[in-house]
């Protein structure tokens, strides 16, 4: 594996034609851990002391912002799928070095992460799809009032940007966890000045999305481990995306968690963490 920093410095990577931004922690010998994030999220949303325990528990972790997002190549006024969010992440994996790894996906990046362990089967050693669903309609649907929130026009100043998703965590935040204000604050002020040219993001990773419809039959194709988390409170998914998730894939383990909403509260780090850490151990040489 080439020489790269650890830590929380910021790299740019050549990967599937465009250039990702990525960081990582722990030590580059240990079996690597893929961090995919959200629609319209950024490699900053994966909190560092989440990322710090991943590591802590023996694994290289490595986030990066999707196309379209941060500080990767934005595509204005070009469609993609999920299928080109993945090999994107496979073409990062190829620029570290990395033969095969361990992937968690969050929400869209859930998504993703799926995708990739069904098309590019020996790059993945295990699979943890974290709050997102299989694309089948009636399954992990979205309260409408929050439509609103998804499709807003841009802010147009950070302290704008900031109070937007305050609001947004405010609705589709756990209930059953204490939430974390002023690291969203603080989150929020960091990813509009890492991106402030963020308009239409959304919108096309959302059209990704939607095209890919739904891919049941292509879940059933996954054999390696895999586990799926997600909330009982979850308002942007509803946990029926997790529990079709987990019937779709052959052996997946599911993991409801009573009070979890559409994000990561730290109260519920150690149940997250866990539930990866364990199901990565249960992939031949995890």
Do not use: K
């Not at 935040?173 to 963020?198: K, N, Y």
């Not at 096309?204 to 988390?229: F, K, M, N, S």
């Not at 979890?260 to 364990?278: F, K, M, Q, R």
Request: glycine content about 12%; some cysteine; aromatic content about 6%.
């Amino acid at each position: 594996m080439p020489d790269h920093t650890t830590g929380t410095a910021e790299r740019i990577a050549p990967a599937n034609g465009i250039r990702l931004c990525f960081t990582t922690f722990g030590d580059p010998s240990r079996p690597a851990l893929l961090l995919i994030m959200g629609l319209g999220f950024q490699l900053v949303h994966w909190p560092d002391e989440f990322c710090r325990g991943l590591s802590e528990r023996g694994f290289f972790v490595v986030r990066f912002d999707n196309r379209d997002a941060g500080r990767s190549t934005h595509l204005p006024g070009t469609d993609y799928a999920l299928t080109d969010l993945a090999a994107d992440a496979v073409g990062l994996l190829d620029a570290l070095g990395v033969e095969r790894a361990h992937v968690v996906g969050a929400s869209m990046g859930g998504m993703v992460a799926q995708v990739m362990a069904a098309l590019h089967p020996s790059r993945v050693l295990s699979l943890a799809s974290l709050m997102s669903t299989t694309g089948r309609r009636g399954r992990g649907r979205t309260s409408p009032w929050l439509l609103r929130h998804l499709f807003a026009r841009p802010a147009r100043t950070e302290e704008q940007a900031v109070e937007r998703r305050v609001r947004l965590f405010g609705a589709i935040g756990s209930p059953g966890f204490e939430q974390d204000v002023a690291e969203i604050r603080r989150v929020t002020a960091l990813s509009f000045r890492r991106d402030p040219d963020h308009r239409g993001v959304r919108r096309r990773q959302y059209r990704a999305v939607r095209a890919a419809g739904d891919r049941t039959d292509q879940l059933a194709r996954i054999t390696v481990p895999a586990v799926v988390v997600h909330g009982t409170a979850d308002r942007m998914c509803h946990h029926s995306g997790g529990e079709a998730t987990a019937a779709a894939i052959g052996g997946a383990r599911l993991l409801l968690v009573p009070g979890l909403g559409h994000d990561l509260p730290p109260g519920a780090w150690p149940t997250i963490v866990d539930a990866v850490v364990e199901n990565a151990h249960r992939a031949p040489g995890g």
